[in-house]
């Protein structure tokens, strides 16, 4: 498994998790299995990991991480059974513009789409939930076994088989790495992942903290990827302001010995003010740009909880009429969830819908 650690440059880490789906969409395009894929990616990332920091950054980072990366899965190829050499012959018959990767400024390269569609791949509907969160913080997002399971509070293990079970359900269902869906097919399931990563890391659902930072920035980091591919898109926006809207207020939220403090007893000076920022000009424009849906709504209503300099301050009017309206454009959105579980914090931990009730913490 691949594990950034002290020796690897904060940039070169940076620019390592951003390429690593990039790069294994490139290799699912020509070769199409994922175990032997994302192997491959990963022996390539940890060439990286020890080469870099000694050799310096190869101008064409994208294309470095692929020939090595091909290199792994033609070696593994050529030592297997004659099952592999059969593949291995399949793909010199490959007409060359298949095989050879393109140079990193070519016109031909589709790191976006590459991602966009890994992302739909790992969140195949056939999937188990958590096995979809799972392989796209896997795949995607770029943690190791080692680090998801941590995430979850499960063994290395207990994670290694339901990652690899996930690829194996996706062989069964016969899902393929194929040119991405219409704009409008991106939302749905990994919109729905993006945020129970993000519910998970806001409030966890076991364990002796409140927040898993690691969660909750890698599903902010993720939605900025999709925001960036589908610019138009105004539940997409929506997320990301959410997350951001939400996000800032940890800081504020839990005391020194750990426990929650509720909205109203916040300290607002501690909310982060970028973050709100950000947050307020993008569900600004989501608003007056897109078709509404559930997650501008809420982001709207975490909005209104932000521009309030006090508890007293909070224009619940404005909030009771978004509630309505988030009621009546998803019915299901504005209710308290049914609770899963609760927290050592008191905090009610749920699935979908959790937006709503991020707004009141």
């Known amino acids: 498994m691949t594990t950034f650690g002290a020796d690897t440059p904060a940039p070169a880490e940076d620019l390592l998790r951003e390429l ?45 991480l692929i020939t090595v990366a091909t290199r792994r899965l033609v070696d593994q190829w050529r030592a297997d ?54 392989l796209t ?17 499960v063994s290395e293990p207990t994670m290694a088989q339901r990652i690899s079970r996930a690829k194996q359900q996706l062989g069964a269902a016969g899902a393929r790495f194929e040119e991405p869906p219409p704009v409008e097919s991106a939302g749905g399931d990994v919109l729905h992942v993006l945020y129970l990563i993000f519910n998970e890391g806001y409030t966890a659902t076991s364990g002796p903290g409140l927040h898993r930072v690691e969660l909750t920035a890698e599903a902010i980091r993720l939605t900025r990827v999709i925001c960036r591919l589908l610019p138009d898109d105004g539940e997409v926006a929506g997320l990301l302001a959410l997350m951001l809207l939400t996000d800032a207020r940890r800081p504020a939220r839990s005391g020194p010995d750990g426990s929650m403090i509720p909205l109203d007893e916040q ?15 993008l569900i600004s424009r ?28 909070t224009d619940w009017r404005q909030i009771l009429a978004l509630y309505l309206l988030l009621e009546r ?23 979908w819908p959790g937006p709503a009730r991020l707004s009141r913490v």
């Open 81 to 134: 059974s004659a099952r592999r050499n059969r593949e291995v012959t399949a793909a010199l018959m490959t007409q060359s513009h298949r095989t050879v990767a393109p140079a990193a400024d070519s016109a031909e390269m589709t790191a976006d789409d590459d991602t966009l569609t890994l992302l739909l791949l790992c969140c195949h509907p056939d999937l188990p939930e958590a096995s979809r969160i799972a």
């Open 137 to 153: 913080l896997r795949a995607v997002g770029g943690l190791t076994t080692a680090e998801i399971a941590r995430a979850f509070l």
């Open 329 to 351: 454009t998803t019915p299901h959105a504005g209710r308290a969830p049914e609770p899963r579980g609760r927290h050592r914090h008191g905090a009610r931990t749920a699935g």
């Open 267 to 281: 300290d607002r000076t501690r909310w982060d003010a970028d973050a709100i920022r950000e947050g307020i000009s």
């Open 20 to 64: 690593a789906p990039q790069v294994l969409g490139a290799l699912l395009r020509r070769y199409g299995r994922f175990d032997e894929c994302e192997d491959a990616v990963q022996e390539a990332l940890l060439a990286a990991v020890v080469q870099w920091p000694a050799d310096g950054v190869p101008a064409h980072p994208r294309s470095w």
């Open 286 to 313: 989501s608003l007056t740009a897109a078709k509404l849906g559930p997650y501008q709504l809420q982001a709207a209503i975490a909005a209104v909880h932000a521009e309030a300099p006090t508890s007293a301050d």
